[in-house]
């Protein structure tokens, strides 16, 4: 069964093509990685998956549905979207955030709420609003207010950027982990915890696909250091792949 899919994505602003008849489909589980270099148009496929962002043309579904026809609250079910900067309307308390998150999962919100911050360590931050949090704290409370529901689907868009490498590593290991039940597609900075973790890599630029396939094909893939310039030297050790890089 396909989970999502993308028909000929084209995303124009201000004169630039940011999504150049992309297409793209994904199984109901797996986990997916998308990297690319500054401006390949990670961010902006990931809105239009989302629903939060309208292509110019093209058509993405949700199953055999066109997401465009799915009402708020089935959007808010079947997907869970991780923004790379997130700033609520109000200066929320961390635990009403969840407990905001954790309502939409149709399950008890109190248990989600404490499960959730068993999990991503909030114990101590109840209390303290979202203007007091540090980068990484804000990170670890947006994950649980996104995960409380348990979407089928799961967008996030460079989700452990601000956080220390031990979460970063506990955050990334998570959300791959999540697609042995469920789809978790990811944008990933560090190109060693998209080869090391994920089943599947996507490669963009310039708002294309230039490469998609397992995670041990595409990194021997010339058009990796074609697309970010580099030369790339690949190590296999016990826990991954490492690339180190250089002109």
Known sequence: ??????????????????????????????????????????????????GI????????????????????????????????????????????LVRLGAERSGQPAGEAAQRMSRTFELAGLERRRWSTLSGGERARVLLATVLAVDPPLLLADEPAAALDIGHRLDVIAALAHRGRERLSIVVVHDLDLAFRFFDRVILLDRGRIVAHGSADDLIKDSRLDDVFGVRFERLSTEQGWLLSARR
Do not use: C, Y
Not at 37 to 46: C, D, F, Q, R
Not at 55 to 66: A, E
């Open 53 to 96: 962002e309208r292509p110019t043309s093209g058509q993405v579904r949700i199953g055999d549905r066109d997401l465009a026809a799915l009402t708020g609250s089935e959007r808010a079910r079947t997907i869970g979207f991780l923004p790379q900067h997130f700033e609520p309307h109000w200066d929320l308390g961390v635990a009403e």
């Open 1 to 50: 069964m396909t989970a999502i899919s993308a028909d000929k994505l084209v995303v124009r602003r201000g004169g630039a093509t940011l999504l150049d008849s992309l297409s793209l489909a994904a199984p109901a589980t797996g986990s997916i990685a998308v990297i690319g270099p500054n401006g390949a148009g990670k961010s902006t496929l990931l809105k239009v998956l989302a």
